[in-house]
């Protein structure tokens, strides 16, 4: 499968670095509009610079292709991936879908409307701790999701765009978290409250920190505190999760995820207690291809097979509406319901 790949600076690393690997995708050509990182990355990767392009539409006439990688800045996907959709080329893209809800539910429809596929990159679905939280509450072992809590500590200097966000925090990073709690969850959100601020130190124009409750259509209810301008003590990127469930508790702390059942109610010092069975750890599942990697894999069998993929524009728009329905809460100071 012969793809062009529009963005190839900043996060453009990472696909460039998974289709190289590939053995069943390869570059058709490239696009990048600023000369510098052309230039740059041409040098970098061995690319030829006759076939990095200023425009998708120019990489359109002088090459054929099977599909697109989009890796543009938020507000440039929806151009980018629904002049390729119109080309009737499917689309790996970068998360988030879009910059804007109107844009995301553009693209989403142009998805539906063309019959082609648009796969968006949550790359943190397909990670080793995500597949074992997910096979954990899959399982039945722990019963019923009841509550999660997540928590989210770190403090990039990534400069662009980034820091020019209204809401980096929560459209750029969190979007992670939100959409693996649907992904844990298989549920969507019906009402959120949220409220977000920046502290005085941040080096970000918008909203860098934000607390948030969301109440999912199965009962289950999350909460989430985070900062992408905290100072020490940080979290992993994959963040900190508890889940309160029925027969007991799964805890993920620094990537390791802990597992306590409850065995039962017995005799205590003066009133019944909760009786537990030892603390376990459980080991990450194994994965062959994982993060950028596997989402390749999948978008290469989802083209060649005429499917969609686990995080299609049909499915993600999901993710886009409860990220911005929290942004929704957070200008309003209003509870949102979706």
Same mark, same amino acid.
């Given at each position: 499968?012969? *793809?062009?790949q529009?963005? @190839?600076?900043?996060?453009?690393n990472a696909? !460039?670095h ?9 570059? +058709?050509?490239?696009v990048? @509009?600023?000369?510098?990182i ?7 990767y061995?690319?030829d610079?006759?076939?990095?392009y200023p425009s998708?539409?120019a990489? #359109?006439?002088a ?5 697109v990688?989009n ?6 996907h %929806?151009?980018?991936? *629904?002049?390729?959709l119109e080309?009737?080329?499917?689309v790996m893209?970068?998360?988030?879908l879009?910059?804007?809800l109107?844009?995301? %539910?553009?693209i989403?429809?142009?998805?539906e409307d063309t019959?082609v ?14 597949q074992t939280?997910?096979?954990?509450l899959?399982?039945?072992?722990l019963?019923?999701? +009841?509550?999660l ?5 770190k403090?990039p200097h ?7 966000m209204?809401?980096?925090l929560?459209?750029?990073m969190a979007?992670?978290?939100f959409?693996? =709690? %649907?992904y844990? !969850?298989?549920?969507d ?5 949220? %409220? ?8 970000? +124009?918008?909203?860098a ?6 109440s999912?259509a199965?009962?289950?209810?999350a909460?989430?505190t985070?900062?992408?301008c905290s100072?020490?003590?940080e979290?992993t990127w994959n963040a900190n999760?508890?889940?309160e469930c029925?027969?007991g508790v799964l #805890?993920?702390?620094d990537d390791?995820?802990v597992?306590?059942?409850l065995?039962?109610?017995g005799e ?9 069975e ?9 994965m ?6 596997? !989402? !390749?894999g999948?978008?290469?069998?989802a083209?060649?097979?005429g ?12 993710? =886009?509406?409860?990220?911005f329905g @929290?942004?929704r809460?957070?200008d309003?100071?209003?509870?949102v319901?979706l």
């Amino acid at each position: 499968m012969k *793809v062009i790949q529009v963005g @190839i600076g900043g996060m453009g690393n990472a696909w !460039l670095h998974a289709v190289g690997k590939s053995e069943v995708v390869d570059f +058709a050509g490239f696009v990048e @509009i600023n000369d510098d990182i052309a230039r740059q990355q041409a040098e970098a990767y061995g690319l030829d610079p006759a076939r990095i392009y200023p425009s998708l539409p120019a990489a #359109l006439e002088a090459v054929a292709a099977d599909a697109v990688i989009n890796v543009t800045p938020p507000q440039f996907h %929806r151009e980018v991936t *629904v002049c390729a959709l119109e080309a009737g080329l499917p689309v790996m893209q970068e998360k988030p879908l879009a910059g804007n809800l109107e844009d995301a %539910r553009a693209i989403a429809a142009a998805a539906e409307d063309t019959g082609v596929l648009c796969s968006v990159a949550q790359n943190y679905r397909y990670l080793p701790l995500s597949q074992t939280i997910k096979n954990v509450l899959d399982s039945g072992e722990l019963g019923a999701v +009841a509550a999660l809590n997540i928590a989210f500590y770190k403090g990039p200097h990534f400069g662009g765009f980034r820091e020019e966000m209204a809401h980096p925090l929560i459209v750029d990073m969190a979007i992670h978290q939100f959409d693996a =709690m %649907r992904y844990f !969850l298989g549920s969507d959100a019906v009402t959120i409250s949220a %409220r977000s601020w920046n502290p005085p130190w941040s080096w970000y +124009a918008g909203d860098a920190s934000a607390s948030v409750h969301i109440s999912f259509a199965n009962g289950a209810q999350a909460s989430y505190t985070g900062s992408w301008c905290s100072q020490a003590l940080e979290t992993t990127w994959n963040a900190n999760w508890r889940f309160e469930c029925e027969h007991g508790v799964l #805890l993920v702390e620094d990537d390791k995820v802990v597992l306590q059942k409850l065995l039962g109610v017995g005799e205590g010092p003066g009133a019944l207690v909760n009786v537990h069975e030892e603390r376990r750890e459980v080991p990450l599942v194994h994965m062959e291809r994982m993060a950028q990697d596997y !989402l !390749l894999g999948e978008f290469y069998g989802a083209v060649t097979q005429g499917t969609l993929t686990g995080t299609s524009a049909q499915d993600n728009i999901k993710t =886009m509406e409860l990220v911005f329905g @929290i942004v929704r809460a957070c200008d309003s100071g209003q509870p949102v319901t979706l």
